[in-house]
């Protein structure tokens, strides 16, 4: 597949015959600017691939349809000269079909002149099949209508092109029976036309993605309606791009998943069927007296080691040390699950939780629900001290230190994220916290995501937003968990809050109560892996969060991580393997895509390939994301090395000129 995208990429960048003063015409290799010319008439289709460039930090450029006062796309608008050598202005354009001005239109006229010219693909965002894009009518042994559930499968064409880092199959979502949620268009290929996707109809296939060739242009047809979360455009958005560029691009793409495990050493309340809420909680009205606890046992931090290496799967362990002495010395001074956790350290990466998991914000007033700040005589809000923070930072390092375990000091989450700013008790950080991190050396503070989902600046610190998952910490059995669900997501007439009728913009209430008996496995589970999952597949590095109490008594949590792991690596090759990283290299990849996505905006990129040679120059200090093909060579001031990692089929990396560079230059293969 990359040798052959190496090969299209450097092929397709033409020589255009420029005028001489004398009678022969000069022939130049063009310049062709790395960025994609997106027309959007607004539909979903277009919607999602604009959201895949961008979020994979490719520049673009939208011309709005509906607009009155968009531009005018022509020869002017599309090609120039710079420094005497051709320009094609955009490496490839996405259509949301395969001519959205109108037959005969300049536009399209000034288009197709454009793409032949200079070797320019084309994507046709959503079309329906006929024989101007290369299929036949589907009267003739296709399909048109409803896909949901479709079992699609990557060609033999599309396993050696764009779509060789899929595993082989893509299939249709189906998630509701009630709600039609695909549509589109099968048909057969007529001359010219390579199927990169189909399905099954009838007695034979037919195609539903695929590459027509005709009049010197290439287009890439899809004849199906999707959004940017369906998980079958996810699975074909990377190839999507990388056919549009062939192969080489601004930007890069990775499937990310960590999971973090916090309280690990500490119990965790229980929620009360009884009661439907959690005593020793202050809101949980009645709970005095009927607190109880769920924690991990030897038994679990064994099965816990044995998961991980089944699944090739490595879980961060955030430790509250003086949590677990305290219980320790409750149940007369043994404790065999951290010693187990402590005996298996090597297998795991830890991460510091604080020593014993304080609110870290305000001074909280538990008197009234919700809580309020409390203040001092003066109307001042009090707030937990530098000093008192600072040392459940340091105590819990030092405990891990003596213990062996290793940890990277400029990581920590605080308990409950606490310390960050609580809307809408504490709408601002812990003043007295910025300090604490820095006497710490903490660069990388968990945030929540679900609050708080860009990074932003704590002191010297940087946030790392985490997802929570649905999969609750006041649980330890699959019936506890369900009864919880059903409180929060049925209606009062079934028996629940009615919190999903009071807030019908945030949440949907079930139809009926879950059996509280299979409700987990055959409705929460399947659910939260499908929303896990969809992360995973949108280039989102921001790890997951949940508790050891969901490693312990039930294991709640392995079957949702068993789905999504199982899952992806069903849908893709394996030189496309899960990124599982930590969160500091989370922390940077998240600090570098905003410093990219800044530097576009402010149009200060300038990135071109002339031949095999690419060019990149960004504002000092911004680093760049590139993807290029397998081969590709990075020139050094002396020499050449070989450029970026392999992921997906594709060699791609951060990276900046070298020393005594102003720009990255590349040497396509």
Request: proline share 5%; glycine share 10%; with cysteine.
């Amino acid at each position: 597949m990359n040798r052959v995208a190496a090969a299209m990429a450097a092929a397709t960048l033409m020589s255009v015959a420029v005028p001489a003063a004398s009678a022969e015409a000069v022939v130049v290799t063009p310049r062709i600017d790395l960025r994609v010319l997106v027309v959007d008439d607004g539909g979903s289709s277009v919607e999602a691939i604009t959201a895949e460039l961008r979020d994979t930090g490719v520049p673009y450029t939208r011309v709005d349809l509906s607009s009155g006062s968009r531009p005018v796309i022509n020869a002017a608008y599309l090609s120039d000269t710079v420094d005497g050598r051709p320009r094609a202005k955009f490496q490839g354009v996405v259509l949301p079909n395969e001519n959205p001005f109108g037959a005969g239109s300049a536009e399209m006229t000034a288009l197709a002149a454009y793409e032949t010219t200079y070797g320019i693909r084309q994507v046709d965002a959503y079309t329906w099949s006929h024989p101007g894009v290369g299929l036949e009518y589907t009267d003739n042994g296709g399909y048109s209508g409803t896909l949901d559930g479709t079992q699609a499968a990557v060609t033999a064409a599309g396993k050696t092109g764009p779509f060789g880092y899929l595993g082989g199959q893509v299939t249709f979502e189906d998630n509701s029976p009630l709600v039609p949620e695909s549509y589109g268009f099968m048909g057969k290929p007529r001359t010219g036309y390579t199927s990169y996707l189909d399905a099954p109809v009838g007695s034979g296939r037919a195609s539903l993605v695929g590459e027509y060739a005709h009049d010197g242009r290439s287009e890439l047809v899809v004849t199906f309606g999707y959004n940017q979360y369906q998980q079958q455009f996810r699975l074909l958005a990377r190839g999507i791009v990388e056919w549009l560029t062939q192969g080489v691009h601004l930007g890069q793409e990775r499937n990310y998943f960590a999971v973090h495990v916090d309280d690990v050493f500490a119990p965790d309340a229980r929620w009360s069927k009884e009661l439907n809420c959690t005593p020793g909680d202050y809101a949980c009205a009645g709970g005095e007296g009927q607190e109880s606890t769920i924690r991990m046992t030897a038994a679990d931090a064994q099965y816990a080691a044995q998961w991980q290496t089944s699944k090739n799967f490595k879980l961060d362990m955030l430790f509250n040390a003086g949590a677990g002495e305290e219980w320790k010395a409750e149940h007369g001074g043994v404790d065999a699950m951290t010693a187990q956790l402590v005996a298996d350290r090597a297998k795991y990466r830890w991460m510091n939780h604080t020593y014993t998991h304080p609110f870290l914000g305000c001074v909280q007033d538990t008197t009234t629900s919700p809580w309020t700040c409390k203040k001092n005589a003066q109307g001042v809000i009090q707030y937990m001290s530098r000093a008192e923070i600072s040392a459940q930072i340091r105590d819990n390092n030092n405990w891990a230190a003596a213990k062996g375990i290793t940890t990277d000091r400029t990581e920590l989450v605080t308990g409950e994220h606490s310390g960050l700013k609580t809307a809408p008790q504490q709408p601002v950080d812990n003043p007295n916290l910025a300090g604490a991190l820095a006497d710490n050396g903490v660069k990388w503070a968990g945030s929540d995501n679900s609050r708080e989902p860009a990074q932003r600046a704590v002191g010297a610190a940087l946030t790392v937003p985490r997802h929570p998952m649905n999969v609750y910490y006041n649980t330890g059995t699959n019936a506890e968990m369900a009864d919880e669900y059903n409180w929060i997501y049925t209606s009062r007439a079934d028996g629940g809050s009615g919190a999903c009728e009071d807030n019908p913009a945030t949440s949907t209430c079930l139809p009926a109560p879950l059996d509280v008996n299979t409700g987990y496995t055959n409705y929460i589970v399947p659910q939260e892996a499908r929303t896990a999952l969809r992360h995973v597949l949108a280039n989102d590095p921001r790890p997951h969060y949940v508790h050891q109490s969901n490693l312990a008594e039930d294991r709640t949590l392995y079957p949702v991580l068993n789905q999504v792991l199982d899952t992806y690596r069903t849908l893709y090759a394996p030189s496309a393997p899960i990124v599982n990283q930590t969160m500091k290299d989370t922390g940077v990849e998240l600090t570098r895509r905003a410093a990219w996505d800044k530097a576009i905006a402010n149009n200060q990129v300038t990135a071109y390939r002339i031949g095999k040679d690419v060019t990149v120059k960004a504002p000092s200090g911004v680093v760049a994301p590139i993807t290029a093909p397998n081969g590709t060579k990075k020139q050094l001031v002396l020499g050449t090395a070989d450029f970026g990692t392999a992921y997906a089929g594709t060699r791609s990396a951060w990276t900046g000129p070298e020393l005594l560079q102003s720009a990255v230059t590349l040497k396509l293969l």
